[in-house]
Each structure stands twice: as C-alpha cells, then as structure tokens.
C-alpha cells in the first residue's frame, strides 16, 4: 500500500490525488524492489534520481542501472532494499522538514531498519542546527544526518528524549562514482575472514588511542604524529596492504584537507585525500578529527571522505564540524563514539547498528559537547554493510511501538534520554574561583598560560559552570573546554581534536 507524502494516509490503487488532504500523488509514490532471495532485513535507498544525475553528470536511466544491480546484490545477503525516488516532489534539494515527511510515509508502509540515503547534502539536504556547545562562538552551527534516524528535525540542544534501538539505521554516500562504491561494497561486505587494524594518534593524545585500540587491536601498535607524515603514513598503509579496521585520533580543520598530528606548537600534516589510494582491499574507518568527515563543496583531491569511499572504503565514520575528547582514559565525545563504533563492528555487527550502539554509550553522559558530538558524527556508506557474518531475523521489528495512526499523525521516535535543554550563557564567576579553574587548566596545558577564559553557566544548572578557552594555531583553533561546580572543583576538562 502507498501513504500521501504530505499527510501520511493510506492511498487507493491509481488514484491522482490524495482522498485526505487533496495533494497531488506522485508517481514515485512506486517505488523500485528487486528481491531475489530470503530477505532477512529491509531497507530504504532514498534518493532524487533526477538531481542526483545531474550532480554526477550522468542519464537517470544509467543512474538507476547501476542502483538496480546494487539492490540484487544486496539481496544476495539477505538485505531487501527498496528504492525511493522523491525526483517528481523536488525539483530542488527541498527541506530536511519535508523529506522527513515523505520518509515516515514509507517507513509506515515497509517498516524498514536501514536508510540508505544516494547523494551529498546538495541532493538530499543534511540539517543546520544552531550549536549550543561550549564552542559556539568558533561553530555557530552543526551539520547532521541524525533527523533521518529519528524522523525528527527538533534539536537535541532542545531536550529531546531518544530510544535509538526504535530508529532508522542512517548511511549517506555522497557524489562519487557509485558503481565502484558498490563493486567494492560487493567484495567486502561480510567477507573479511581475518580482521588487521591500524591506528594513529597526535602524540599528545596516544594515552587515551591506546586505551581505545586495546578493545579492537589485531595489528601493529599504535602509530604517533609527528613520528609520522603524511609520505610516512601512506608508506606503512601501502606496505602493509592487508589493514581493514582503522582508527585515527587526529586533529583536523575547516581550512585545509589534511589531518594533523600534535607534538607541543607543532602540527604536521599526517594524513592527506590521497593517503590510501595504495590500498587494494575494502576497509572501514572511524576518525575522531575535527571537521574529519568535511566534504561539502570540495572536490575529491580535497577531502579524505570523498577520496576514501572514492577508493576501497565501504564505511566512514567522522564529524561535520569541532569534536571533543580528552588526552587520556577515560574517554569523552569523539573518543567514545569512535571507540565503541569500532569495537562493535570487530564483534560482527552492521555499521548501522555499530553506530546506534555506540550513540547509547555517548548520551550516559549529556554535557552540551556530548550532545554536539551525537549531532556532528555521521555514517558514510551503506549503513548495513559488515564485517563479517550474514544478518539474523530478530524477534520484533523495528519501530514495533509504533502505530499506524501514531505515523499518519507525524509522531517523532520517542529517542537515551538526554534529559536538559542546553541553553549555555555568559555569566560572571567569582574571581577566587575563576583562578582555581585557570591555574588547574595552566598546569595541564602550558600553552593556553595568560588565555583568559570566558565563563558559560547553563540556564537549567544552579550548581555546574563552563569555561572555554581558546588559542588560535596553525590550523585553526585550540579550544578547551572545562566542566566545574561552583566551589572550583573540576568535573571534566575536554579539548578539541
């Protein structure tokens, strides 16, 4: 059965427009399945084929060739894929608001795990949040693909509850050439028999990599920035030649396409777009850097997310804007979610689900950073692709607490419970304690001496203030952000990566 895109109710067969709320049905309202064995889980591609085409500089019927033979291989390993095409309701990119619309009416009617979104944000738009974290003033903004797993466009700066075993399991690849993403998809997915990890870290955080490479190390030990570059990097990678399971613990910035390493003020160049064009197996590969997963408006030469999923990477974890972390254990933000995403893809679960498991380690804690990184970090590729093994059929369904009627009336997935609104504002501290906190964050970090902080408190806290430090560098910005009560005494101190 077809659902109206617009108000979500049921539509009969071959009607031209919706008997509820009048709107013009379109004719995608049909969508493309091709199903050729025992389906274990479904899945929604979800794309706008005529847009897309025109991104890609290709015909809508080679386009859809190619998404066809991907959707039979995918049911080859019992992955039912079903393709919808939103061409007929946006000539342009559209809203996010409106997209999550059309998606709840299929989601109604196939009740599927996975949405594959097919396209960067220029074919189908990521959300613009305002940023409310600690560092609001270097960000204004966030970029993210978590309303399509929530079918709920609020923020969660807002106060948002979130289950997530009741959401969509998100991936998105972006504008490149997909009949090689899917060829190495096809080659990879499940079939890798033995697991070789390889890990880098800025020497000032290798305490906290190591802590992290420990729950998936089936490899070298950990590799440090500066020990090396990017020519040093690319050779150990190329020479290797079996490494599929990657961590970097690295910095990065909006102004260039590299990730850095960190010894003291210096900041090398360790790793480039062009770091893993010798690899000839398919990988996957979580990063923890700043503006890791920064693709919109670069070409592939600029930006490690395209070159990599250009290249034998089928999943790509990374942050749209600043993350946060600590030098060592345990671990905050991008440190957390990067960690138990890989450890749980090495246990044999699907990106998808990787990542949805590691979003509920995250959000045990609800800082405005925490929250800021459950915004940013998004999933590149096909969100059910794994490791190893073939998917199982579960005893209930995704989205088994939701009702027909629920859907049609437009009701958002109730998503851990992040329990405050964050609603940061600038507000004096006593000048005793404003020198407890500095002197704490001097001795820790002697470059930050004589930066006077600015001093946060959260509308909704009587007893918990912030102060956010920040120096510029050669790549951009240090912020440090620090969490304390009200007699001085620390609670976490998290820095940007």
Request: net charge negative; glycine share 8%.
């Amino acid at each position: 059965m077809a659902f109206c895109e617009d108000c979500g109710s049921p539509l009969s067969e071959g009607v031209a427009f919706c008997e509820n709320c009048g709107a013009k049905i379109s004719s995608t309202n049909n969508v493309i399945s091709n199903h050729s064995k025992e389906i274990v889980e479904t899945g929604i591609i979800y794309t706008n084929l005529s847009l897309l085409a025109e991104k890609l500089n290709t015909s809508i019927s080679s386009l859809t060739s190619v998404i066809e033979n991907f959707i039979k291989s995918a049911s080859n390993r019992g992955i039912g894929y079903t393709l919808k095409d939103v061409s007929d309701s946006f000539s342009t990119v559209g809203s996010v608001e409106n997209h999550i619309r059309i998606i709840k009416s299929t989601v109604q009617e196939l009740k599927p795990k996975y949405l594959f979104i097919l396209g960067s944000s220029n074919v189908i738009p990521s959300i613009i949040w305002e940023n409310k974290a600690s560092d609001c003033g270097s960000d204004a903004d966030v970029s993210s693909d978590l309303p399509y797993a929530t079918l709920d466009t609020t923020s969660p700066f807002e106060g948002q509850e979130y289950d997530f075993e009741d959401t969509l399991r998100v991936g998105r690849l972006p504008n490149i050439d997909f009949e090689n993403y899917f060829a190495n998809l096809k080659e990879g997915c499940g079939k890798i028999e033995t697991i070789s990890t390889f890990a880098e870290s800025a020497e000032v955080w290798v305490e906290e990599t190591i802590d992290i490479y420990s729950h998936i190390k089936s490899g070298p030990n950990v590799h440090t920035s500066p020990e090396h570059t990017t020519e040093t990097t690319k050779s150990t990678i190329s020479s290797s030649g079996n490494s599929n399971l990657f961590l970097f613990n690295l910095h990065g910035s909006n102004q260039t396409e590299y990730w850095y390493g960190q010894r003291g003020g210096s900041y090398p160049e360790a790793v480039a777009p062009d770091t893993f064009d010798g690899l000839e197996k398919p990988y996957f590969l979580a990063v923890e850097a700043c503006y890791g997963a920064a693709y919109e408006d670069r070409e592939i030469d600029k930006s490690i997310l395209l070159s990599s999923l250009s290249g034998k990477c089928i999943s790509f974890l990374g942050s749209s804007r600043i993350a946060f972390g600590t030098p060592r254990a345990p671990g905050s933000c991008a440190d957390v979610i990067c960690g138990e995403y890989l450890k749980n893809l090495k246990s044999g679960m699907t990106v998808g689900d990787a990542l949805e498991k590691a979003r509920r380690e995250l959000m045990k804690e609800s800082d405005a950073e925490e929250i800021k990184t459950l915004a940013e970090f998004s999933l590149y590729g096909d969100p059910s692709a794994r490791i190893f093994g073939e998917p199982k059929p579960t005893k209930t369904s995704l989205f088994s607490k939701n009702t027909t009627q629920a859907f049609s009336k437009g009701i958002r997935i109730p998503l851990p419970n992040i329990r405050k609104a964050i609603r940061l504002e600038l507000t004096n501290v006593e000048e005793k304690i404003a020198q407890i906190v500095q002197e704490s964050v001097y001795k820790q970090y002697a470059d930050l001496e004589g930066i006077v902080p600015k001093f946060f408190k959260n509308q909704n806290e009587t007893d918990k203030y912030h102060a956010v430090f920040e120096k510029s560098n050669v790549i951009g910005k240090k912020i440090v952000s620090v969490s304390f009560g009200k007699n001085g005494q620390i609670k976490s101190i998290k820095e940007s990566k």
